[in-house]
């Protein structure tokens, strides 16, 4: 995969920007970078984008930002000249996507049915737009069109909320999801970027989901161990579960068959991507352990310890 399109997978999230004032692109961008999404898809709904564009390319160079809602080769061609690092458009325009093609600039055009993403594919590409995501017929759809192209991957947009982001971030063909919620254009036009960044960590809590796995428990040896077990087993009337590490008491505890990470034990948190939730708490300050990293059969990280503990627990994610 493109390496520009790789780094927004890593995000998962892509917040479709309106800016009335290219004045207020930098101040909004880094908003977003404050609440963990270095991403940003300004719109050419609103005149003014490329200069939009430019501002940020030049005074944030550090966002991902991209052009949407290009529907003419010149918008694409001043996106571009602007410092745009990759173009979106609604729908599929095959002299747009021709010229980013032969000009080497990451594109994802709008297919919403079979003959658009054959056509994109036979253009080289890896990644469209499916849009309008909801009004299409939504993940059902979406689905049903991946399914003949099994090296095509999608980043739907339209009608993306918290309350069906999981839901579409769960196919894995989807590497991210495109909206606007996360940057309303009242608070934008206010410039209230302290609830722009609030709005921007609630969207990547939502799509990580964060949640207790279960508790660790050390103990001296396997006796201990074994005795606390039947203990929690008995009081939650839950199996256990005797691995070579430790047992398990039902699904909540975990009894360490020896004095584990953490002065008191540790805590498994689950989330929807450990790749992604490590990039996130990176960027609010966490520090991890990677000397404690696991990966799947893929070679995708699935496991990883945080660096410190808090109050006396070992912190560790682990994939859903």
Not at 23 to 37: C, F, R, S, T, Y
Not at 117 to 138: C, D, H, T, W, Y
């Amino acid at each position: 995969m493109n390496p520009i399109l790789e780094e927004i997978s890593k995000v998962g999230l892509v917040p479709v920007i309106k800016l009335n004032d290219p004045d207020k692109a930098v101040p909004l961008v880094n908003a977003l970078k404050k609440g963990g999404i270095p991403v940003a898809e300004v719109t050419f709904r609103a005149a003014g984008a490329d200069r939009a564009i430019a501002n940020i390319a030049k005074e944030a160079p550090d966002i991902l930002v991209g052009a949407g809602t290009v529907v003419t080769l010149d918008q694409c061609k001043a996106a571009i000249a602007a410092g745009a690092k990759y173009i979106i458009s609604p729908g599929f325009d095959p002299e747009i996507v021709g010229y980013c093609v032969e000009n080497n600039i990451p594109v994802t055009p709008g297919c919403t049915n079979p003959s658009e993403v054959s056509i994109a594919q036979k253009m080289g590409l890896e990644v469209v737009k499916f849009f309008p995501a909801e009004a299409a017929g939504g993940l059902k759809v979406l689905k049903a069109l991946a399914g003949p192209f099994p090296n095509m991957r999608f980043i739907p947009t339209g009608g993306i909320s918290p309350a069906n982001l999981n839901e579409y971030l769960a196919f894995p063909k989807i590497i991210a999801c495109g909206g606007s919620w996360m940057v309303p254009e009242k608070l934008v036009d206010e410039e209230n970027w302290d609830a722009i960044t609030e709005l921007a960590k609630e969207a990547v809590l939502t799509m990580l989901d964060v949640k207790i796995k279960h508790i660790g428990i050390n103990s001296k040896d396997e006796e201990e161990c074994a005795n606390t077990a039947g203990l929690l087993s008995a009081i939650c009337g839950k199996p256990t579960d005797v691995r070579s590490k430790s047992i398990f008491a039902g699904k909540e505890f975990e009894v360490m068959k020896f004095m584990g990470v953490g002065k008191c034990g540790h805590i498994g948190l689950s989330v929807t991507s450990v790749k992604r939730a490590v990039r996130f708490f990176e960027s609010q300050g966490f520090e991890f352990n990677y000397d404690s990293v696991t990966t799947d059969d893929k070679g995708a990280m699935n496991f990883i310890y945080f660096k410190d503990e808090i109050g006396g627990f070992g912190i560790h994610l682990v994939n859903a």
